[in-house]
């Protein structure tokens, strides 16, 4: 059943196809994590300021993670209409949700403004971010995926995934500049919103990319061949592959909650802990950030020549040990220290990461490849990534000590490492024979 419209099945060379799937997810995540650093540095002060700073904090993280809480959603409709009408169209209509509720937030009056109405529409918006967000990450990774070669599927389809920490870089950099040119009382009261309303510009550009490039080889193969497309391709995902939902599920549990704890649960550790300078927080997350976006493919290059289970179970376990010294290292208020820890745990991270998007993709049909692969990756984060941060400043908040955050990111970490050991390995598979 060949689509009509034969000019979006024109091939595209795949370094496009990388350079298209990598602006675009480093555009959504630069919104995703814009709001990550806010909710750490300035929300508590702008939408919850009649609380104590850590209970502040901690209510400015609970609209965080409902960002993480639409995900699936996200990723089950835009599976469903992913693999019924294609790729590249859901992830357009991803990129276009997600800059209109990032810049909708730069123009948002504060509590101070119109009370209890405004951290409301904060969690409105949140919520879109976290469904537009819950479909992009399964397009862009099969998007490439599925154009580019069994030999070299995990270097290539790791590219959008260092989107996430250029995203991040991006945003942790924007972030950095107004907080090091203004004053706080200026950042405070309006320079905040100039990252947040440059989502329009950007969204553009990513838009006028994405749209240059075809649809998925393999997904018009399959359109080709079928008599028609899944009618529910979620019910399909859960009868025929629930082993791989939790293989899935399971690599993904150490690799999303570390990541919130080092990127976003850090700031306010590095702030209110070691007592650092918010300029200096976000420089370390910058530095750490610029070396995990080359660790990521050349750790997925990796899991093509050696396979993506010792690689990623070496991260799991490797970070699972090194969350012990993190914090330490963390809390000196040395910052070539502090600098190193999220260096460090970052390219642990990285080992993970960077297999990440094929050994998932290689776990699923073409035809039920979209709304697998997003599930899998999607669901997790409701108990994993949306919630580390709170778990983390309720433990120490309880505690006084980081001794047990460490020990919760070291046995998610784990079960992300024994998951990787248990699954079967995928390398060089060819995504055609997986039925």
Same mark, same amino acid.
């Given at each position: ?7 979006? /099945? ?113 969690? #409105?918006?949140? #919520? ?8 992009? /990450? ?26 996430? &920490?250029?995203?991040? #870089? ?21 320079? /905040? ?26 997904? %018009? ?8 497309? &899944? ?7 859960? %009868?025929? %592959? ?26 306010? /550790? ?34 093509? %020549? ?55 993709? *290689?776990?699923? &049909? ?58 079967? *390995? ?10």
């Amino acid at each position: 059943m060949a689509n009509p419209q034969t000019a979006e /099945w024109t091939p595209t060379p795949l370094r496009r196809v990388v350079m298209a799937s990598l602006i675009g997810t480093t555009i959504e995540w630069y919104d995703f994590f814009l709001y990550g650093a806010a909710a750490a540095l300035i929300f508590n002060k702008l939408f919850f300021p009649d609380y104590d700073p850590w209970v502040g904090t901690l209510l400015a993280f609970a609209t965080y993670a409902l960002g993480f809480v639409a995900r699936p959603v996200g990723g089950i409709v835009f599976g469903h209409y992913g693999d019924r009408i294609g790729r590249k169209r859901l992830l357009m209509l991803s990129l276009v949700l997600m800059g209109a509720a990032t810049a909708l937030i730069g123009l948002l009056p504060t509590y101070g403004r119109i009370g209890i109405a405004a951290p409301l529409l904060l969690i #409105l918006l949140r #919520l879109v971010q976290g469904f537009a967000v819950g479909g992009e /990450w399964g397009g862009a990774v099969l998007l490439v995926a599925e154009h580019g070669d069994a030999k070299r599927r995990g270097f290539w389809a790791s590219w959008p995934q260092a989107g996430v &920490p250029a995203g991040n #870089l991006l945003a942790a950099g924007v972030l950095a500049i107004l907080a090091s040119t203004l004053s706080d009382a200026d950042f405070l009261a309006w320079g /905040w919103r100039i990252p947040f309303l440059l989502s329009v510009v950007l969204v553009a550009i990513g838009w006028w990319i994405r749209n240059r490039v075809a649809e998925s080889p393999a997904f %018009r193969a399959v359109l080709e061949e079928a008599e028609a497309p &899944p009618k529910a391709p979620a019910l399909d995902v859960l %009868r025929e %592959r629930p082993r791989a939902l939790l293989t899935g599920a399971g690599l993904r549990l150490g690799e999303n909650i570390s990541y919130y704890i080092i990127t976003a649960f850090s700031l306010t /550790w590095m702030t209110e802990v070691a007592k650092l300078t918010r300029s200096q927080a976000l420089d370390a997350i910058l530095i750490g950030g610029a070396v995990h976006f080359f660790a990521i493919p050349l750790l997925a290059r990796l899991s093509d %020549r050696i396979g993506r289970r010792p690689v990623y179970a070496f991260g799991g376990f490797g970070l699972a040990l090194f969350s012990f010294l993190f914090f330490n290292m963390l809390g000196s208020g040395d910052m070539a220290l502090t600098v190193a820890a999220i260096t460090i745990a970052l390219v642990l991270h990285g080992a993970m990461y960077g297999p990440q998007a094929a050994f998932i993709a *290689e776990l699923f &049909p073409t035809r039920i490849r979209y709304s697998g692969a997003s599930i899998a990756y999607q669901l997790t984060s409701i108990v994993a990534g949306s919630l580390a941060p709170l778990i983390a400043i309720y433990l120490y908040k309880e505690t006084g000590s980081a001794t047990p955050v460490a020990i919760y990111v070291a046995a998610a970490c784990l079960v992300s490492g024994v998951t990787a050991l248990l699954a079967r *390995e995928t390398k060089g598979i060819d995504l055609a024979s997986i039925r």
